[in-house]
């Protein structure tokens, strides 16, 4: 029988993480066992986990003990054995996976360029955590580590950017993003290049240097220097931190030129915004990637999207892997024993947010 190993994280301490050894099950007809070949961790994955009940990311893979989740992350996973018709063995796939060896499918609505997991427990979340895209055969492990990384935060940047895009940028003459040190901040910022508004990062003081060296901010302050920024133009709030204190000084400074709140990430929070009538302007708007694609899919533009997305995605990660001066530095770690350090280093804030951290499980 196949050793599978998973990593379980308890519900009430998100820094504390266990391996667990499970036996893989038997196979019923129409299911497929998935040998997770490499994912990637950043702290997006830590907030799937915090919304982990209440958007429904703990049902996705049911932990094997009570009071412990599995925290979902993207990644890549190989067949190894299938009774589904349509998927056979040696088929590779990505999609999303729990932190762990291997993960038993039900694949259905099988095309030819993919198949959805139709588990029971799966149902209840958007599609596109449970959609596994088929690739091809020959991996590319640099640009697969790029792309376990970057896909879900990226799509997230480029839609947040297109919602905006689609209500004229809300007429800003600057955006102000938080926890500008993040993917999904850096990302954003990239795709609004296009717009006639200044891009101005807020992250903490120990990232001030490295969001400099981004390049895709147009000046870059600590928290602590929210003030400094000019308060008398026209601001949109782009909010990855989701920290409480912080929403409400950016609203006290900018005042009638806060025209919106777009609230996309919670580095720095645990849980959804308690609503707050005292909060000086526009309340905050929560932007959830996974339903703009919904949208898109139920108004039939996933495909045209999907292109021009991906044409865009390469350039991005083009620009972030240079050789010259790379964003991000990859660090492949072989088995599962390292993702208990480094969930925890996610959970406490102490991770450098120029480290790409890569997992290969089943690393022989
Ligand atoms: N709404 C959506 O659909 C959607 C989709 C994808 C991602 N997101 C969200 O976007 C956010 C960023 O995710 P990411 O994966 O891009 O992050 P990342 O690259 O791993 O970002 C790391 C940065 O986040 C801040 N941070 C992380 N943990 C912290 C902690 N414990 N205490 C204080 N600061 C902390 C720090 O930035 P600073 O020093 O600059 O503050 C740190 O440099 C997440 O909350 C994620 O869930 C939302």
Request: aromatic share 12%; with cysteine.
């Amino acid at each position: 029988m196949t050793r599978s190993f998973r990593v379980e994280s308890l519900k009430s301490d998100l820094g504390v993480a266990e391996l667990v050894d499970i036996p893989t099950p038997q196979l019923d007809e129409g299911e497929v066992l998935a040998r997770i070949e490499r994912f990637a961790l950043t702290t997006n994955n830590m907030t799937y986990a915090v919304y982990g009940d209440a958007l429904g990311y703990w049902n996705l893979f049911p932990a094997t003990r009570p009071g412990y989740g599995c925290m979902p992350a993207w990644g890549y996973a190989e067949i190894v054995e299938s009774m589904a018709p349509g998927v056979p063995v040696g088929t590779r796939v990505f999609g999303y996976f729990p932190i762990a060896t291997h993960l038993t499918m039900r694949p259905t609505k099988v095309t030819s360029r993919s198949f959805v997991d139709g588990a029971e427990h799966r149902t209840g979340t958007p599609e596109v955590y449970n959609l596994y895209e088929l690739q091809p055969q020959d991996a590319d492990p640099r640009l697969d580590s790029l792309t376990a990384i970057y896909r879900a935060l990226f799509i997230t940047s480029y839609t947040a950017a297109d919602y905006l895009r689609d209500r004229d940028f809300f007429g800003a003459e600057q955006f102000v993003i938080s926890s500008a040190s993040s993917k999904t901040a850096y990302g954003a910022a990239y795709c609004l290049a296009d717009s006639p508004a200044q891009r101005i990062a807020l992250t903490s003081a120990r990232n001030v240097d490295f969001v400099n060296r981004l390049g895709h901010y147009d000046a870059a302050h600590e928290y602590a220097d929210l003030t400094a920024i000019d308060a008398t133009k026209r601001t949109v709030y782009v909010d990855l931190s989701g920290d409480g204190d912080l929403r409400r000084r950016v609203h006290e400074h900018f005042g009638d030129q806060l025209a919106f709140d777009c609230l996309v990430g919670s580095t720095q929070a645990d849980g959804f915004p308690e609503e707050d009538s005292s909060l000086v302007g526009p309340a905050p708007v929560f932007f959830f990637a996974a339903l703009q694609l919904d949208a898109y899919k139920a108004e039939g533009q996933s495909r045209t999207f999907m292109q021009r997305y991906l044409r865009d995605e390469r350039e991005f990660l083009e620009r972030v892997a240079a050789s010259d001066q790379p964003s991000i530095t990859l660090r492949e770690h072989a088995g599962l024993d390292d993702a208990l350090g480094v969930i925890a280093g996610f959970h406490d804030g102490s991770t450098d947010p120029a480290v790409g951290h890569v997992f290969v499980p089943d690393a022989g």
